[in-house]
């Protein structure tokens, strides 16, 4: 079937803006992940959700990150106030299950830019 | 200092060497031991997973894991072009927050012809 699939897959923002990037995880899916990844680096969890439940945000960097999977399928990222440190890939990923041997699957990232 | 390090290179080797990708990390509460490979503007996908020290072998990969030293390997044999890419190591542990990974920052391997 389809991947994690994630879009605008390019969004440039002018500092101050609110930018909303979207995931679409694999169908039955439980687990979904967001990781953000700078230029060069590896990828670094921000949050994670049990289908919709939000059971760590301890990654968001500050409270103008925020996101949500109010159906336990899609999920949304929304930055608000962007600032140019907010330039980076985002990576959503999904898995099966929730266990900790169950494999991560990633989707192409959303790649902002705040100017 | 990080969890997980690994060198960022890069490496450049010539077409059918064997290479070999390294990381380090601090956490003994690690089990869960990852490779994967990401492309250029592309999502990282997995190649190895490992559970706990030993060895494990796939076509021309084979990851090492060493719980006592706190290090894995990803060993490349009869490297091709395509292989280039940015690989990077993950863990997890048992935790709240489920099947978590850490990332070490990423090796950049480049294959000449």
């Known amino acids: 079937g389809a991947g994690v699939s994630q879009s605008p897959r390019y969004k440039v923002a002018k500092r101050g803006q609110d930018v909303a990037l979207r995931c679409d995880p694999i169908s039955g899916h439980v687990s979904l992940f967001w990781y953000q990844q700078a230029l060069g680096q590896g990828p670094e969890f921000l949050t994670y959700?049990?289908?919709?439940?939000?059971?760590?945000k301890s990654g968001l960097p500050s409270d103008r990150f925020f996101a949500e999977r109010p159906e336990g399928s899609v999920s949304t990222l929304k930055i608000q106030r962007t600032q140019q440190e907010d330039s980076a890939v985002y990576l959503c990923?999904?898995?099966?299950?929730?266990?900790?041997?169950?494999?991560?699957?990633f989707g192409n990232g959303t790649r902002l830019t705040v100017t | 200092q990080k969890e997980v390090e690994q060198d960022p290179g890069p490496l450049s080797v010539p077409e059918g060497a064997i290479v070999s990708l390294n990381c380090t990390y601090s956490?003994?509460?690690?089990?869960?031991f990852m490779w994967y490979r990401q492309y250029s503007r592309k999502g990282p996908e997995l190649l190895m997973y490992t559970y706990s020290s030993g060895n494990k072998e796939d076509g021309r990969f084979t990851a090492q894991v060493d719980k006592s030293s706190k290090y894995i390997s990803l060993f490349i044999r009869d490297s091709q072009p395509s292989d280039s890419a940015t690989y990077l190591c993950?863990?997890?542990?048992?935790?709240?927050?489920?099947?978590?990974?850490?990332f070490g920052g990423g090796t950049r391997l480049m294959v000449k012809p």
């Open positions: 990923a999904s898995s099966h299950r929730d266990r900790v041997n169950s494999p991560l699957h």
């Open positions: 956490n003994s509460a690690f089990q869960y």
């Open positions: 993950a863990m997890s542990a048992n935790s709240n927050a489920g099947n978590m990974l850490t």
């Open positions: 959700f049990q289908n919709e439940a939000q059971l760590d």
